[in-house]
């Protein structure tokens, strides 16, 4: 049996068996799935808000982590035991049969529940970074800055001599130097941003907290908007397009990737690999519960809090 966790009614999931797969051949991989996380992608594919449609015939899961339990012929480079993450969605079931290229590996040693958390949230800020024009000795502001995506885009940006300027919308313990989201948003930038030119923004707020984080950037500056969590359309003072220069782009990562092509994928996972290496995770990780209790583990994700919530595979 794989059991396996698919679309249902908007705003629910079913689970199903799906087919066992089959015994690798070639260059495919058989996975047995470890540990999967509930993703705000996963969340809004659930309630049909999500940008891109999804198979309705296909498990849920936009990112997970699981064990080689057999290759095909073809496949030199990896052995039964060994940590992968598929980079492909579908990884809320208990096995996985994909090809080679479908899949990242992990050293050895690698926690599977931090290497489950890692397919979505890195390569966002790394390309967010490269896409935001965001050059060594300048600011960088960014809201959510509570999320995991805005924990990367401060790990990758301290390597890249760039100051960020973290934005919350209420205070949080663990982030005392953040700045509240609030009018007067625009001075305290500058004053936290040492002099340097704030010369991007990454929004994933939307609604009237982009024209916030718009009138902090420096002039020609760039807003990329990447998320909708306030539910709104963005405002934003047109002025700051026509006399400061601005610009406000949107992104998304399944177009950010494909515009890389097979080989910059590669490169660019390779460098990330790279970097857990030198300086592994420790994402926190609220709830773990198992397949069966789905909906509770749905119901949990919605409700906002510190670490992601995530399913035991394995079970
Ligand atoms: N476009 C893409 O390809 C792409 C890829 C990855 C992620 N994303 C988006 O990036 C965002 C962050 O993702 P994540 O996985 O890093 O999130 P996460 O770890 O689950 O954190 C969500 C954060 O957003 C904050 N938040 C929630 N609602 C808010 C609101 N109305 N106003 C201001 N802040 C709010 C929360 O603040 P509190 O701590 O105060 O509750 C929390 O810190 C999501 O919107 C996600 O959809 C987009």
Redesign the pocket.
């Known amino acids: 049996m794989n059991c396996a966790v698919l679309p249902g009614e908007k705003g629910h999931v079913r689970l199903a068996d799906a087919p066992v797969p089959s015994s690798p051949s070639g260059n495919e991989v058989l996975v047995g799935m470890a540990y999967a996380p509930i ?3 996963d969340l ?1 594919a659930i309630d049909g808000r999500y940008s891109f449609d999804l198979p309705h015939d296909q498990p849920l899961g936009a990112e997970g982590a699981g064990w080689v339990e057999a290759v095909g012929d073809a496949v030199a480079d990896l052995r039964p035991g060994d940590l992968v993450m598929p980079l492909s969605r579908g990884n809320w079931c208990a096995q996985r049969l994909l090809p080679r290229a479908h899949l990242m590996a992990l050293p050895a040693g690698f926690d599977s529940m931090q290497a489950s958390m890692l397919r ?2 890195p390569p ?1 800020a790394h390309l967010l970074l490269r896409h935001s024009g965001v050059r060594p000795g300048d600011a960088l502001i960014q ?2 800055a ?5 924990h990367w885009v401060r790990t990758f940006a301290a390597r890249m001599d760039i100051r960020i300027i973290d934005v ?3 205070p ?1 313990s663990a982030m005392s130097h953040a700045l509240l989201d609030g009018d007067d948003l625009a001075e305290r930038a500058r004053a936290a941003s040492g002099g340097r030119p704030i010369r991007a923004a990454l929004d ?2 939307a609604g009237t ?1 982009t024209g916030r984080l718009a009138s902090c950037l420096a002039p020609g500056g760039r807003l990329m908007l ?5 539910g709104e359309p963005i405002q934003v003072r047109s002025q700051l397009l026509t006399g400061g220069g601005l610009s406000i782009v949107g ?4 177009p950010a990737e494909a515009a890389l092509g097979a080989e910059g994928l590669h490169a660019m996972f390779g460098e990330l690999a790279e970097s857990y290496a030198a300086d592994p995770p420790s994402l926190p990780v609220r709830a773990i519960v198992p397949l069966s209790r789905v909906e509770e583990g749905i119901a949990l994700a919605r409700v ?1 809090g510190s670490g992601r919530v995530l399913f035991d595979l394995t079970q």
């Open positions: 993703n705000p992608a809004l979505i949230n966002t809201n959510g509570g999320s995991v995506v805005a919350v919308r209420r949080h994933c707020v907290a990447f998320g909708h969590l306030s992104f998304s990562l399944r906002g």
